[in-house]
């Protein structure tokens, strides 16, 4: 009886354990954040920022990152920088959003560097310094912190807070690119494209160009469309309009700016002024000074608009303002595209 009993009790031991409720990870990180656990008090704080199971509360997240952060939590800290440069939960304040970012880099967490050093970049919180900024970032970057890799690429091919390499600027976009990072998928592929810092490579550059084109990167679905012009023989126009017109269809002006050239002489697509006129002007808006000059000469030529010689100068002003080299041609003359 008694080893029967024993047997009985020890099965419904493991039934019962079987069947208990566990406790859902906000349930636990509420539990510990109460006895002032400094990882409970950051995670909790993060739910609360999000609105992760529970109501979005910026003021309550700050207050859970401050109480882990008093605690030596690196993250926290970190987060409690954000709160603070974005104003949420708090009073917007880039000197207490340095501070934390400040504190946090120093103990090596690779996005507080990378951060930091945004803030040196755009002057935010601190003097504008390139310096400092690529200072920040090569400590990201030497973590693997693709960000940080492909601003720091940035950096060298522009010359900024380092004399201009492109040599160095393609070897930190390629780790940034190799980690999937589209931004630096698309510098790759330019670089490729013009034959900065490697040799001129059509083939590489329409690879990485398509990697990032195809990942919604309306700049690489432009430069793609480009590269079906100048690269490839004969010229590829319906492969160009399309990937032109992906980048259009995002607002981007180069990419504006190309179908309606396309339109203007029919490559690609059947000749259509009307379209033409239409394209050209949402990339003259935003101050694209091809497509401003382009459409002056419509303007000028009464091609898909009534011909109209003040719009044409207003707008072949426009282009010349932004640094438009206008064609030594007679006003009435169509330049060579």
């Known amino acids: 009886m008694t080893h029967k009993l024993l047997l009985f009790l020890f099965i419904a031991s493991t039934l019962s354990c079987s069947c208990q409720v566990r406790k859902s990870p906000l349930e636990s990180n509420m539990q510990l954040a109460e006895k002032e656990d400094a990882e409970s008090l950051f995670k909790l704080g993060l739910k609360y920022c999000k609105g992760d199971g529970v109501s979005q509360d910026y003021n309550r997240g700050v207050e859970l990152f401050q109480k882990a952060a008093n605690q030596g939590h690196i993250k926290a800290l970190y987060n409690l920088g954000v709160c603070y440069r974005d104003g949420n939960g708090v009073n917007q304040n880039y000197n207490k959003a340095i501070e934390c970012f400040q504190k946090a880099a120093e103990q090596g967490l690779a996005v507080a560097q990378f951060n930091l050093g945004v803030c040196y970049y755009e002057g935010e919180g601190v003097p504008q310094n390139y310096g400092k900024a690529v200072e920040w970032y090569k400590k990201a970057a030497n973590?693997?912190?693709?960000?940080?890799?492909?601003?720091?690429?940035?950096?060298?091919?522009?010359?900024?807070?380092?004399?201009?390499?492109?040599?160095?600027?393609?070897?930190?976009?390629?780790?940034?690119?190799?980690?999937?990072?589209?931004?630096?998928?698309?510098?790759?592929?330019?670089?490729?494209?013009?034959?900065?810092?490697?040799?001129?490579?059509?083939?590489?550059?329409?690879?990485?160009?398509?990697k990032a084109a195809e990942q919604g990167l309306a700049d690489a679905q432009w430069a793609l469309g480009c590269y079906f012009l100048d690269f490839i023989s004969p010229q590829n126009y319906s492969k160009a309009v399309e990937w032109f017109q992906k980048a259009a269809n995002q607002g981007n002006a180069n990419g504006e700016c190309e179908l309606g050239m396309c339109y203007y002489f029919g490559n690609g697509v059947p000749e259509n002024y009307s379209k033409a006129v239409e394209w050209l002007r949402k990339a003259a808006e935003q101050e694209h000074a091809k497509a401003q000059y382009w459409l002056s000469l419509c303007y000028g030529l009464g091609h898909g608009v009534p011909k109209d010689d003040d719009k044409q100068k207003m707008w072949r002003q426009k282009a010349i303002n932004n640094g438009y080299k206008i064609p030594n041609v007679e006003e009435t003359e169509l330049p060579i595209w």
């Open 143 to 210: 973590q693997g912190y693709k960000y940080a890799q492909c601003n720091l690429g940035v950096c060298y091919f522009n010359g900024n807070g380092v004399p201009q390499n492109y040599e160095e600027s393609y070897k930190w976009h390629l780790m940034a690119a190799k980690q999937g990072l589209v931004e630096s998928q698309y510098h790759i592929g330019q670089m490729y494209y013009h034959g900065n810092g490697v040799k001129q490579d059509g083939e590489q550059a329409a690879t990485w160009l398509k």
